[in-house]
């Protein structure tokens, strides 16, 4: 472990989240004015909070909401509901006995995140406030919930003196109705409370909206819907017209229900981070795990309801809701959604691959790069992106990692439609065709390009694996040849001397080193003097900065998850120390830095916002990368784990390989890594025991344990 250097943030051992102790002017990381921001979401909401700190501690807050299933424009991939509400707005105001109380013009103390962001005030006579803001999980809204607490020697009347107010927007069909309050809802008896002595009342603000303001609007909004014969409502339409009403009631919440819509997202935030359940990591470094379960939760909660395709999983960000795409979802989060045993997760895992199995056309034309505003379009950006080769990778290792044979069967037309689109689009120098790459135009990727040809080569391989597993060897010989033969071609075509680093040219005529060079190093196909060189070039100060990889040498701008994948690859490659420095300093900018708690998309676009999809990249570092962890089957694994040298051990656990509980500890013993594992079972357990350098690879066969 390094010394660290001084962060704003430090890991709260009291929650386990992460806390700002605001007032402590002996920290030299405690620079003010700060402003960050941070996004949480929920089924049907999801908010961005910006908040600021100026240099006499006071806070300032903006709520930038997006309600995903409102829509407001039509053919519009942005149409949602969008609304923006800052302190200037809408801040209540307070009477602690008979003292006005001002939240803008007290001092913050504190400010703790750990799924639910708190801002602590400073206490007045004896009175400690809370302000804790938390998206519903499952409901059209979020929550302000303010928390007064006397001491065991105070006790205070309480009256909050602001109301709240409504607000509409022209909807599709439908005038919105926005409320932001739960305030202006309550009688006299509740704006004034008692606070006694060592105890805690609450007032709670909520911000919410919903489509529908009154049954003649529910009918004309069902009616709509039906090709009707007559005047009177078909028995179909009453059926659903008597639904709306309680479907709203659902969707609501009501003023009492705002402090339970808290604890439910405290709740499920301590469960997805804090349950070994959830996969679990234990190491030597209290940052990464805590970065770890931070990332855990990101990817896990920015899940959202849609008529057409179901629960989905969506990057989030300010501009991606109620959408799947090739990369974010079947690519890089799906993936790990295998290990993170989430029934809610898995479901929208699958749904996106059944929604983009019903675009995979017999005349091979490409599929979407997405499917938005709820499934309702369609959306090609880019081009062609490798959206294939990106699907074929990622679905062959869920489908490995989950180990059900009945889905698997069900969804491996996929897997033929992906490699066969492949071989369509392979050229006469025997690399994959593609308009562009995942990053849709931003930087050049000639008319074929690393990152295609490298999630080919991975589709073409892991789908072998599964091929196998069902019974289809003719074709798993297949994919492995095409496999072979386009790993030549990478390396005669994508090989080369760049800025004097034997490492990788991205596409035909590219001669400055770029980021993504690094997934030769992922899928195993660097090797000698290309392998040592593509690292140093990756962990040299042409591509190394600060915030990780530049996306290309010589510019600022970066994306997270090209350093995620390079963080990845260079472990895999066994550069364990240069992997391990890089991750810790990366994870502790993350975690404790200025701009907090989950890894980000991209600078300087969309100020690096929280996107969901990289966080569960963040976790498959450890997965794939520390571990070494590669599936070969759906019962199968091989491990080829790396030690730093700064620890003696580390333990991973995670439910995967069709339902099995499987506990991983790596040690070091007498100058060896010992591989140990376990997985119980009703007679019993399978464990398996095995020690060696870092370079030995580990067999694992699960066969006879369920």
């Known amino acids: 472990m390094t010394s660290p250097e001084a962060t704003r943030w430090s890991i709260d ?13 002996e920290n030299p990381a405690n620079i003010l004015p700060h402003a960050d921001h941070v996004e949480m979401s929920g089924r049907r909401v999801s908010v961005i909070v910006r908040y600021r700190i100026d240099a006499q501690r006071r806070l300032f807050v903006e709520r930038d909401i997006f309600f995903p299933q409102l829509r407001v424009r039509d053919n519009d991939v942005r149409g949602y509901l969008r609304r923006v509400y800052d302190d200037r707005l809408i801040l209540p105001r307070f009477r602690i006995g008979s003292d006005e109380w001002f939240p803008s013009r007290t001092p913050i103390d504190r400010v703790t995140l750990d799924g639910v962001l708190k801002f602590y005030y400073v206490p007045h ?16 809204g979020f929550v302000e919930d303010w928390q007064f607490t006397c001491d065991e020697t105070t006790s205070k009347n309480i009256t909050q003196m602001r109301r709240g107010f409504r607000d509409e927007d022209d909807g599709l069909g439908l005038t919105i109705n926005i409320r932001v ?92 981070q804090s349950d070994s359940a959830h996969i679990s990591f234990i190491c030597p470094d209290p ?33 991606f809701y109620c959408g799947i795409w090739a990369n974010d979802q079947c690519e890089y989060a799906n993936p790990f959604f295998a290990f993170l045993n989430d029934a809610d997760a898995n479901e929208a895992s699958v ?24 499934g309702t379009m369609p959306y090609h950006a880019g081009g062609d992106r490798g959206d294939a080769a990106m699907i074929a990778s990622g679905l062959s290792r869920y489908l490995l990692v989950r180990g059900e044979r009945d889905l698997a069967v069900e969804l491996y037309p996929m897997l033929r439609w992906c490699n066969e689109y492949n ?26 390009n690393l990152s295609t040809a490298t999630l ?24 492995n040849a095409r496999a072979d033969a386009l790993a030549t071609a990478i390396e005669a075509h994508f090989g080369a001397t760049v800025e004097g680093f034997v490492t990788y040219r991205y596409h035909d005529g590219n001669d400055v080193l770029r980021s993504w060079i690094c997934l030769p190093l992922v899928f195993g196909l660097a090797e000698d003097s290309r392998k040592t060189g593509t690292l140093d070039a990756l962990f040299s100060p042409r591509l190394w900065t600060p915030d990780g990889l530049a996306t290309q040498a010589g510019e600022t701008t970066f994306w997270d998850r090209s350093t995620l994948y390079g963080l990845r690859g260079a472990f895999i490659a066994g550069a364990t120390e240069s992997a391990y420095e890089r991750l810790l300093t990366y994870s502790r900018r993350r975690l404790l830095g200025d701009h907090v708690p989950y890894p980000v998309e991209a600078y300087p676009e969309n100020a690096q916002a929280h996107l969901s999809a990289e966080s569960a990249l963040y976790c498959r570092v450890f997965l794939e990368g520390l571990l070494g962890l590669h599936p070969t089957g759906f ?72």
């Open 181 to 272: 309050g739960g305030f202006g809802d309550l009688d006299a008896s509740r704006m004034l409370q008692e606070v006694a002595a060592g105890t805690t009342k609450r007032w709670s603000m909520v911000f919410q909206a919903d489509d529908i303001r009154d049954d003649q609007a529910i009918r004309e909004l069902l009616t709509r819907k039906h090709i009707q014969e007559s005047e009177n409502l078909t028995a179909g339409l009453q059926e659903e017209l008597a639904e709306a009403g309680p479907r709203r009631e659902r969707e609501r919440i009501a003023p009492e229900q705002a402090g339970e819509q808290v604890t439910e997202r405290s709740d499920f935030a301590r469960r997805i």
């Open 13 to 25: 051992a009291t929650t386990g989240g992460i806390v700002w102790n605001v007032a402590d002017a």
């Open 125 to 140: 006579k004896g009175v400690s406030v809370c302000r804790c803001i938390a998206p519903s999980p499952k409901r059209n």
């Open 423 to 448: 071989r369509r689009k392979t050229d006469a120098r025997g690399v994959i065709l593609s308009d562009s790459d995942e990053l849709e135009g931003r930087f050049s990727t000639g008319d074929a």
């Open 287 to 319: 940052e990464l795990n805590r970065l770890f379960s931070f990332a855990k939760l990101r990817a896990a909660e920015s899940l959202f309801d849609t008529e057409i395709m179901g629960l989905v999983h969506s990057p989030g960000g300010g501009n």
């Open 635 to 706: 019962d199968s694994f091989t491990l080829t784990p790396r030690l730093p040298k700064a620890w003696n051990e580390y333990n991973i656990r995670f439910t995967a390989f069709g339902g099995r509980d499987i506990s991983i500890q790596i040690m070091r013993k007498k100058g060896q890594v010992e591989v140990s594992v376990t997985v119980p079972d009703a007679n019993g357990a399978y464990s398996y025991s095995g020690s060696g350098t870092e370079e030995r690879t580990h067999t694992i066969r699960l066969q006879s344990v369920l």
């Open 351 to 374: 749904n996106a691959y059944r929604h983009y199995a019903k675009h995979m056309k017999p005349d091979y034309a490409p599929v979407p790069t997405s499917f938005e505003m709820g």
């Open 456 to 479: 080919a080569y991975d589709g073409y391989r892991m789908s072998a694996h599964v091929a196998r597993e069902l019974g289809h060897d003719t074709e798993a010989a297949d994919w």
